[in-house]
């Protein structure tokens, strides 16, 4: 049964370009897989702690060494990883914020991004270990920061998320931008602004 994790991290809700984007996408997905899953994960709506001293302290002691706390401290990020791993493909609605990525994106990063799980050292190299899955990344930005602007190199949301998937070992991504949201702030008619982004969406999800 195929799996979609389904992760939003645009604290807008309703007006959110981000997420009504990945909501198509999932709507569109369910269509085309009616016997797969989707997993929603609304970071926003999940209490992830900042990495701490304990932590790193329990990530790097052997799982068979670990206490009961460090266990404990451990088990919301190991819930997160499984979630990761148990889905063949992913979608995640990223809205930019000051050039980089949401604040509750870079936590949940942080969290899944676990030396033994996620990645290794084991031959003295960086090996991913989140291979053979898809992933889609839907971000809307109140500029226009696509390649040859002016604006280009504030951009550090796509080769941020770019180079850290690929450390992972996930390098069947898409990104798929909504440039230029700040119009519906003066007046842009929002169905009109979104028909040429949900058409993409839409597009790619059939074809994936």
């Known amino acids: 049964?195929?799996?979609?994790?389904?992760?939003?991290?645009?604290?807008?809700?309703?007006?959110?370009?981000?997420?009504?984007?990945?909501?198509?996408?999932?709507?569109?997905?369910?269509?085309?897989?009616?016997?797969?899953?989707?997993?929603?994960?609304?970071?926003?709506?999940?209490?992830?702690?900042?990495?701490?001293?304990?932590?790193?302290?329990?990530?790097?002691?052997?799982?068979?060494?670990?206490?009961?706390?460090?266990?404990?401290?451990?088990?919301?990020?190991?819930?997160?990883i499984a979630e990761l791993k148990n889905a063949d493909e992913y979608v995640i609605g990223v809205p930019m914020h000051n050039f980089g990525v949401p604040s509750v994106l870079k936590l949940w990063i942080d969290q899944i991004s676990r030396v033994g799980k996620t990645f290794s050292y084991a031959d003295g190299t960086p090996k991913g270990l989140i291979i053979d899955k898809k992933a889609t990344f839907i971000i809307a930005t109140g500029g226009i920061y696509d390649a040859q602007t002016q604006m280009a190199s504030f951009n550090f949301v796509e080769p941020y998320l770019r180079s850290l998937f690929g450390f992972l070992g996930l390098t069947d991504v898409t990104f798929l931008t909504a440039g230029g949201t700040m119009a519906l702030n003066h007046g842009q008619d929002r169905v009109a602004f979104l028909a040429p982004h949900l058409e993409a969406v839409h597009t790619h999800a059939v074809t994936i």
């Open 1 to 80: 049964m195929p799996t979609l994790l389904h992760i939003d991290s645009s604290p807008l809700y309703g007006r959110s370009v981000s997420r009504e984007l990945t909501a198509a996408f999932v709507t569109q997905w369910k269509a085309s897989h009616p016997d797969g899953a989707v997993i929603d994960r609304d970071l926003n709506a999940t209490a992830i702690s900042p990495i701490t001293e304990e932590w790193v302290g329990a990530v790097y002691t052997p799982e068979e060494a670990q206490t009961p706390e460090q266990k404990k401290l451990l088990a919301p990020s190991d819930a997160l």
